[in-house]
């Protein structure tokens, strides 16, 4: 199995804010202690908490940390690729391919909230879904297209490449691959291109069944966040079955891989992971998802074939999502026979640990993967 970690973000809270030191130390230690990835988020606008206050680019944290480690991959989950422009974005992830010597695991993701998406990009406003998933999948085709470092064009709903009517009027003769006779541009290329060849891996942060298999289909892999064990497996049905229908050459281009996100909490005794696991996850969850939607919410996070007992809808939020196992919490031997089970029931390959919780201090933290990577991590290698 894969096991990777995200970068330990405050939700709720910018005090201290940008935490280069705790999120270089942590991508240092996880390293050392035998991690093999680091994931990190793209958020912006948390003034009022309503966010979580990650590196507003994941690009430039992971280059920071690139200079610091050597053997960790460095991924984002995701970059909000509608807030970008796609050939930046294309070359800011090259570079970075380079900085950390082929580490580069490419995240994208449509956008976390719509005042965000909004004030960057209006066409890719996440209440015209449609649209927004759109701009998604073209924003990425001309990133593929920029990174193979041949001359392309591009004709889309959203971009245009290379931009009508511009002239070289030098006096060389034009090198007919970008230009036409008359000097007119028709064509341009990119540089630098990844040093992964023929591209990095690229990652879908998505949870529905149909956003897995729109995956499948384009050869992105996916890393689901937000639903039960069964409701993962459902989504990675959904994605292998529309994986396995590709041709070959279809299924060359990349994907075929999965990945799931966790609240993972490691102590001594199950009384003291409890004690710091319950009020972590009320608090991340309280904040996310208040209770007006209650039902909503946690309706979402279940496979179709799941229903909402009593029980579930007057819990806490924390023995939901361990009723659910999102939040894996305990001992190291009940962490290990609760990965084991993921893994024998669902066919988990790739876990990814979620550190996105205010009421969690950095000692607390580092404690728990000490004792991950000590007691835990052995009987998955």
């Known amino acids: 199995m894969r096991i990777d970690s995200g970068l330990h973000a405050h939700a709720g809270s910018i005090e201290g804010y940008p935490n280069l030191a705790e999120w270089v130390d942590q991508a240092a230690f996880c390293e050392e202690a035998g991690f093999d990835g680091m994931w990190s988020a793209e958020h912006h606008f948390f003034w009022d908490g309503w966010s979580t206050p990650t590196p507003t680019n994941g690009l430039m944290i992971e280059a920071h940390i690139a200079a610091r480690t050597s053997r960790i991959r460095l991924g984002q989950c995701g970059n909000a690729i509608n807030d970008w422009h796609p050939i930046r974005l294309a070359e800011d992830a090259a570079m970075l391919d380079h900085l950390s010597g082929g580490r580069l695991d490419f995240g994208i993701m449509r956008g976390l909230n719509n005042r965000v998406a909004g004030n960057f990009h209006p066409d890719a406003d996440r209440r015209d879904l449609a649209r927004a998933n759109a701009r998604m999948w073209e924003s990425l085709e001309v990133v593929r297209k920029a990174w193979t470092g041949k001359p392309f064009t591009h004709e889309g709903q959203f971009f245009q490449f290379p931009y009508r009517g511009w002239v070289d009027e030098s006096e060389a003769a034009p090198d007919p691959d970008y230009y036409t006779s008359d000097g007119e541009m028709i064509a341009l290329a990119v540089q630098p291109t990844p040093l992964q060849q023929p591209n990095p891996p690229v990652w879908l942060m998505a949870d529905s069944p149909g956003s897995h298999a729109e995956a499948a289909r384009r050869g992105v892999n996916v890393m689901a966040w937000g639903r039960s064990a069964r409701g993962a497996r459902e989504s990675w049905d959904a994605y292998y079955a529309a994986y396995r229908a590709l041709d070959p050459a279809q299924r060359a281009a990349g994907g075929g891989r999965v990945a799931l996100m966790r609240f993972v909490y490691v102590a001594e005794t199950m009384a003291e992971a409890e004690r710091v696991g319950r009020p972590a996850i009320n608090e991340l ?7 007006k939607n209650l039902a909503w919410g946690r309706r979402g996070m279940i496979a179709s074939d799941e229903t909402l007992s009593d029980d579930d809808l007057s819990s ?37 640990q979620y550190w996105s919780v205010a009421a969690l201090t950095q000692r607390e933290l580092r404690r728990s993967q000490e004792l991950f990577a000590e007691h835990v991590l052995p009987n998955f290698r």
């Open 316 to 352: 806490d939020w924390f023995d939901y999502l361990r009723k659910i196992e999102w939040a894996i919490v305990g001992t190291p031997a009940h962490v290990t026979e609760k990965l084991q089970k993921l893994e024998a029931e669902i066919g988990l390959e790739h876990l990814v």
């Open 285 to 291: 969850l309280g904040h996310m998802g208040p209770s």
